[in-house]
């Protein structure tokens, strides 16, 4: 299957501070990608798709200026999480599909970050 | 590390024909586990979810029963629709409520 990487797999950052997450298609061209977050004991959440060249599409409820989605590329896809607060301390997890990926309408997932706010 | 096997696919059925997509996970301690349904071109939606052993997860006539004797997690429906032409993950949240998902199943329903 195809491989998406995604870095880093743990981060510690002060509130108030940035902290960016990327999330790489290393065999394919992900033309789609995906951005999820968990709460904890709870299911995953969707917080945006973005298409390469295209601004994202957010769904209801997430903030475009705190989560900012970069898609500029076929194979990376950017997060950043801007003034971080401990309310945003999460798994983040993105997954991508595109064109090589077999078969091309399946996702598939980053390892996830696990974001700590103190 | 915890981790989710799931049934390889493609999946092809008919109309009303009874559907099973086996699951299987390793995991340290009690995880919940899930089913997410990703139809094309759109992100994961959680289908059904089951918390501690023998809780069965149901939702739009699918079903899943959290069987820790056998460490599965399997996912069916008696009779299958076109509609449901979709990929199936089997994922769980390991104790550090970290997701682990398996591998993705297609299923496509022949009218």
């Known amino acids: 299957g195809a491989v998406v990487s995604q870095h880093p797999s743990r981060v510690i950052c002060k509130s108030g501070t940035s902290v960016k997450i990327e999330c790489r298609s290393l065999d394919f061209q992900a033309t789609t990608m995906f951005w999820y977050r968990q709460f904890p004991k709870q299911s995953l959440m969707l917080m945006a798709t973005?298409?390469?060249?295209?601004?994202?599409?957010?769904e209801q409820g997430v903030e475009k200026d705190k989560f900012l989605i970069n898609h500029a590329s076929l194979t990376l896809s950017t997060l950043t999480v801007t003034s971080a607060h401990p309310e945003d301390s999460s798994f983040y997890i993105c997954s991508a599909m595109g064109q090589g990926a077999r078969p091309n309408t399946e996702a598939f997932f980053g390892q996830g970050t696990r974001l700590t706010v103190v | 590390g915890d981790s989710v096997t799931q049934m390889e696919g493609p999946v092809t059925l008919s109309e009303e024909a009874f559907l099973t997509i086996n699951c299987t996970y390793t995991?340290?301690?009690?995880?919940?586990l899930f089913w997410y349904v990703q139809y094309p071109g759109e992100g994961l939606q959680l289908l059904l979810k089951?918390?501690?052993?023998?809780d069965k997860g149901s939702n739009k006539g699918f079903e899943a029963t959290y069987r820790k004797e056998t460490t599965s997690f399997h996912l069916e429906k008696g009779s299958v629709q076109v509609s449901d032409s979709a990929v199936y993950f089997c994922a769980l949240s390991d104790r550090f409520n970290d997701m682990r998902f398996g591998a993705g199943t297609r299923l496509t329903v022949k009218p």
């Open positions: 089951a918390t501690k052993a023998d």
């Open positions: 973005s298409n390469e060249g295209s601004k994202a599409t957010y």
């Open positions: 995991a340290t301690g009690y995880p919940s």
